[in-house]
């Protein structure tokens, strides 16, 4: 499986002709690639011209495929122009669950994704491990506003683990925080978590095939 993020930094002039190509790109790769498993464009709400985005590909071949698509060489022209900043993250995905469903949404939504980057001790490893899966699985499986738990390595800092989460509201996300397998979670881990980046984003075009486990 193949997993990045990508943080980008656009020029807002290009706005509307960056979000309708981009929505171009992920609505039809989700449409016509099956290995294309996952799509996330996401911006700051506070800072619209910083984005995030969130991409899951079934294996090398699969990914090959979109990048020669002719959205996404669409996405890639359009990008040289509008963009002023790029950073790409590999991830090494270690725990991917999402609900059944698929996702395919664009526009204003209440749903509510989550990127959050934990750093943690070398040692703590697999308790970390063990505590997330605990955590993971049970939300998704009875939490019916947990829609997306992802959990990923940092290629180039194995201490570094990158969640992303989709919520189907803020009110689901306060939810979470309230139920036993959350706060054991944050028990568990107290003593292995060294550091915490946290991020509310707003969805620009999302879409999943669903039903990772």
Known sequence: MITRLFRLERNMDYEDAFNK????????????????????????????????????????????????????????????????GRAVYTLNPRLMIEKPEEICITGETAIEPHLVF????????????AAITANMRTAIDVEPGVLVMYAAIQEDNPNRWVFWEVYASAEAYAAHRE??????????????????????????????????R
């Not at 989700?30 to 984005?51: I, N, R, W, Y």
């Not at 934990?118 to 308790?127: F, L």
């Open 21 to 84: 190509v981009g929505e171009n790109n992920l609505l039809t790769s989700h449409q016509v690639e099956p290995g294309t498993l996952a799509m996330f464009s996401t911006h700051v709400p506070d800072d619209p011209k910083t984005c995030y985005v969130f991409e899951v590909y079934a294996d090398e071949d699969a990914y090959n495929v979109h990048a020669a698509s002719k959205q996404f060489g669409a996405f890639v022209e359009l990008a040289g122009k509008a963009l002023t």
């Open 179 to 212: 139920t036993q397998h959350f706060k054991d979670y944050i028990a568990a881990t107290e003593d292995i978590v060294t550091g915490k980046e946290f991020h509310v984003l707003k969805p620009d075009t999302m879409v999943s095939k669903g039903a990772l």
């Open 118 to 129: 934990v750093d943690i001790k070398p040692e703590g490893k697999e308790a970390f491990l």
